[in-house]
């Protein structure tokens, strides 16, 4: 490497250090759970927690599958039945039985025909439009999506629309001006994760049809817990088997590993199988991820014990941090935004509870606009009562110490 180029990096690195936007990673020590082990993170200096206890807030790990120990159990015996690694895509000898059970299960999950799997949602997201669409036809995409969706977007050769985020005005207006296109499809996140805001699929549904567009959307922070029996957005706004394109991960509410898939008609997974990049050129999950994955199905098909105890916990402390006088965004979803409106703020918030043993990142401009900081917490099943009377009690002696909540 030449010393003008590493020169180079060392200055963007800096300029990041100086605009306060380098992001430090926390280590754990252990396992994923309502409880977790920090060390000090690198280069976040007044932060270090030096190996405590502090309750987690802020994983995807949002019905405490991540260490469930029945999907432990499931992983440990396809470790032992199908071996650790598969050495080869697909199309080659990557497929083993417990991939194509894991296919079917989420096609009857989410309602739909077939599934495919990919090494990630990313992934899923990557090597979805391109194969689908071409030139003559139109892709219309909420302008908040997520940054695996605009890249998939971007390597397909489809005309492009943006629609005002979550505005169902700007949505007929991008349908009407794209009206000559050959296919027009729309997509959105199902539930955006900044905000915890849930797309109008019955709206969108309805303009779609009118429109004569099809419909996706990308389940991350929904598949699992969403809708009375945890299926998704589709489910929670009433359009359940009415999505013509789903993607989604197993690295979130699924059991948190690693791995992503697309959900649609037989016809739809087919030519993925035969056309997406990530697909044929990729490895997919190993088979311990596989078969642990099929344990979580068998989980929530089972029982909605965990989505409703989610629902229960996120309900409690909605309420419970509002009455501790902190603003939130409104809503329903376990994603719940602690609004402190500005970044320093933010950051000291987030550096106090640490000190008080509750782990909750600030989120400040560019990931959210400016003047919006906030802590963004994420309720778990997880979570006992405990955790979050002590988490709220933590939140409540900051915001007096630093001035910033209201009672
Ligand atoms: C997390 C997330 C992804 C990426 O998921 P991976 O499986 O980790 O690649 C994609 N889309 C959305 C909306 C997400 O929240």
Redesign the pocket.
């Given at each position: 490497m030449t010393t003008e180029f590493a020169r180079h990096l060392q200055q963007q690195l800096q300029e990041l250090r100086d605009a306060g936007l380098y992001k430090a990673e926390r280590v754990i020590t252990g396992a994923q759970g309502a409880l977790i082990q920090v060390a000090g993170a690198q280069g976040a200096p007044g932060r270090t927690a030096d190996g405590r206890e502090v309750i987690n807030l802020c994983a995807?790990n949002y019905l405490g599958l991540s260490s469930h120990p029945q999907v432990i159990a499931a992983a440990h015996e396809a470790l032992r039945t199908h071996g650790y690694g598969m050495s080869s895509v697909r199309f080659i000898c990557g497929t083993q039985d417990l991939h194509k059970t894991l296919e079917a299960r989420l096609a009857r999950f989410l309602g739909t025909e077939d599934a495919i799997l990919y090494a990630?949602?990313?992934?899923?997201?990557g090597g979805l439009f391109e194969p689908l669409f071409g030139e003559a036809d139109a892709i219309i995409s909420d302008e908040l999506n997520?940054a695996?969706?605009i890249d998939g977007i971007r390597l397909c050769k489809a005309q492009r629309w943006r629609y005002k985020h979550n505005d169902m005005a700007d949505l007929e207006r991008c349908l009407q001006e794209a009206s000559a296109a050959r296919f027009k499809l729309v997509f959105s996140?199902g539930v955006f994760?900044m905000d915890g805001t849930i797309a109008q699929l019955d709206r969108m549904r309805e303009l779609c049809d009118r429109h004569g567009a099809l419909l996706g959307i990308?389940e991350?922070?929904a598949s699992g817990f969403m809708g009375a029996r945890g299926r998704g957005t589709h489910e929670h706004r009433g359009v359940f088997g009415q999505v013509d394109l789903i993607?989604g991960?197993?690295?979130?509410a699924l059991g948190g590993a690693?791995?992503?898939f697309t959900a649609a008609r037989r016809e739809v997974v087919e030519l993925l199988r035969q056309r997406s990049r990530p697909y044929l050129f990729s490895n997919t999950l190993m088979p311990a991820i596989a078969g642990a994955s099929i344990a979580v199905l068998d989980l929530l098909e089972a029982s909605t014990a965990l989505r409703d105890k989610l629902e229960d916990n996120t309900l409690w402390f909605r309420r419970a941090i509002v009455a501790a006088g902190f603003d939130i965004k409104p809503g329903t979803h376990p994603i719940v935004p602690i609004m402190v409106y500005d970044a320093v703020k933010a950051q000291a918030l987030s550096a106090r509870l640490l000190e008080l043993g509750v782990y909750a990142v600030g989120f400040f401009f560019p990931v959210v606009p400016k003047g919006q900081a906030r802590i963004r917490v994420q309720m778990s099943a997880v979570h006992e009562r405990e955790h979050l009377e002590r988490a709220v009690a933590a939140f409540a002696q900051a915001g007096r110490e630093l001035g910033l909540a209201r009672a």
């Open positions: 995807n990630a949602a990313f992934d899923a997201n997520h695996s969706i996140d994760s990308d991350c922070h993607t991960t197993l690295g979130k690693s791995g992503g």
